[in-house]
């Protein structure tokens, strides 16, 4: 039997069912006993996070200081977030509590550390590899979460996405073409040339004659 499908008048022992006064009274409270009983469902509110509607969710937000939070998240992050919110409080200010809320709001992003890319100690970023690119109100929604829940001394270098494109190159190259044509006398050897030469000099005669007398 069913709690909140059962008659009153069905559980009540041999002795009080001949009881007419009982028999009736356990009839006229049994559907409001079995509206209250399928009422209580309600109050199992964690067990039920899937189910309960938007404005309930934000109550619980608030209630549970989920300080990533934002009413601009769609209903299924907000959710996660509310489930994860005693565990992110437990572990605030860790590399955990930053690849939890990574992992709500860019389920397919990676937390990647400095020392995986050759960074600055204490600095870590976010690779969204090859997944959607967000808008930019998304970005600055979850660089807020991260900074809420990372602690002090460390410092998110930055959240990128890769993308490969084929492309095709085509390179130009000038051509200058240079041509030489000589025109004139065939080359000859060295040549010798004969020279007559001549010489003058000027002669000068001179005779001296003494006569005695």
Same mark, same amino acid.
Request: proline fraction near 4%.
């Given at each position: 039997?069913?709690?909140?499908?059962?008659?009153?008048?069905?559980?009540?022992?041999?002795?009080?069912?001949?009881?007419?006064?009982?028999?009736?009274?356990?009839?006229?409270?049994?559907?409001?006993?079995?509206?209250?009983?399928?009422?209580?469902?309600?109050?199992?509110?964690?067990? +039920?996070?899937?189910?309960?509607?938007? #404005?309930? $969710? !934000?109550?619980?937000?608030? &209630?549970?200081? *989920?300080?990533?939070?934002? /009413?601009?998240?769609?209903?299924?992050?907000?959710?996660?977030?509310?489930?994860?919110?005693?565990?992110?409080?437990?572990?605030?200010?860790?590399?955990?509590?930053?690849?939890?809320?990574?992992?709500?709001?860019?389920?397919?992003?990676?937390?990647?550390?400095?020392?995986?890319?050759?960074?600055?100690?204490?600095?870590? +970023?976010?690779?969204?590899?090859?997944? #959607?690119? $967000? !808008?930019?109100?998304?970005? &600055?929604?979850? *660089?807020?979460?991260?900074? /809420?829940?990372?602690?002090?001394?460390?410092?998110?270098?930055?959240?990128?996405?890769?993308?490969?494109?084929?492309?095709?190159?085509?390179?130009?190259?000038?051509?200058?073409?240079?041509?030489?044509?000589?025109?004139?006398?065939?080359?000859?050897?060295?040549?010798?040339?004969?020279?007559?030469?001549?010489?003058?000099?000027?002669?000068?005669?001179?005779?001296?004659?003494? $006569? !005695?007398?």
């Amino acid at each position: 039997m069913k709690l909140n499908e059962t008659g009153i008048v069905q559980i009540l022992p041999s002795s009080l069912q001949a009881d007419e006064n009982v028999v009736h009274t356990s009839k006229a409270v049994t559907d409001s006993v079995n509206k209250v009983t399928a009422e209580t469902v309600n109050e199992l509110i964690m067990s +039920r996070i899937d189910e309960l509607p938007e #404005p309930v $969710v !934000n109550s619980l937000a608030w &209630q549970l200081h *989920v300080d990533t939070y934002s /009413e601009d998240l769609d209903i299924v992050q907000k959710r996660k977030l509310v489930k994860n919110a005693i565990k992110d409080h437990k572990y605030k200010g860790t590399s955990w509590a930053v690849k939890s809320v990574v992992e709500v709001l860019l389920n397919y992003a990676k937390v990647e550390e400095w020392f995986e890319y050759k960074g600055s100690p204490y600095h870590f +970023r976010v690779n969204g590899s090859y997944g #959607p690119i $967000v !808008n930019g109100d998304s970005l &600055q929604s979850l *660089v807020n979460a991260i900074n /809420e829940a990372k602690n002090v001394r460390s410092w998110l270098d930055g959240i990128s996405f890769e993308r490969q494109k084929m492309v095709s190159k085509h390179l130009a190259m000038p051509v200058a073409m240079y041509k030489e044509i000589r025109i004139g006398l065939p080359d000859v050897g060295p040549q010798t040339t004969a020279m007559s030469k001549v010489i003058s000099m000027p002669v000068s005669i001179f005779k001296e004659v003494k $006569v !005695n007398g």
